[in-house]
Every structure is written in structure tokens, then in C-alpha cells.
């Protein structure tokens, strides 16, 4: 008689909206509009609200914010100062270390 083999985890996979390559839920970061209308980076990845995630890289967080990829994600319009806000969250976010690495 063997021994049940336990069963692998399942892992959740997101799509980067920067660079579209799909990667483990835990390697992104996670961009939410808020029931408010607000946006904020959700690091815990439960925030109320229409989510979409980027890439720890640079290119990603460009990419996405050049091509209206986030905005059109999010479904809504972003204003040139949340723009402002996301290259500044991103810069924090890069700075802060990247566990899982970069995008592209």
C-alpha cells in the first residue's frame, strides 16, 4: 500500500497589463480602483475593488501607463495626476525589492 502523494497547491496566475505575460498573483503588484473612484497600489492583494496587476519592472509600469493598457483595465480615465502617483508607487515599489524579479 503506498502513501498518497499530497496535493500541489494551486498557485494563481495574473496577466501583466505592461507587458501581457501571465506570472504568479504573488510577483505582481497590484493596482486597484477603488468603489471611490480612487487609485492605490493594493500590496496585500484583497482591496475592494476593480484590480489589475504590472510587472516589478519599469518597462511594464511605462508600457502600461504610454498605452492606456491600466486605464483601460481599471475602466476608467486617469488623470495626469495619478499618473504622477503610479510613477512615484512604482518607484517605491521598485526600490523596495523585488522578490520574484522583473518583467519583460
Known sequence: MSM??????HVP????VGCRQERPKRE???????????IT????GKAA??????????DCWTAALKRDALARALRTT???????ALLRARDAVLAAGAPGGGGR
Open 28 to 38: 505582481l503588484v497590484r493596482v486597484v480602483r477603488t468603489p471611490t473612484g480612487e
Open 13 to 16: 496566475i495574473r496577466t501583466c
Open 41 to 44: 497600489i493594493d500590496l496585500t
Open 49 to 58: 475593488g476593480r484590480g489589475a496587476y504590472l510587472c516589478r519592472a519599469a
Open 4 to 9: 498518497p502523494t499530497p496535493r500541489q497547491r
Open 78 to 84: 486617469l488623470t495626469p495626476e495619478d499618473r504622477e
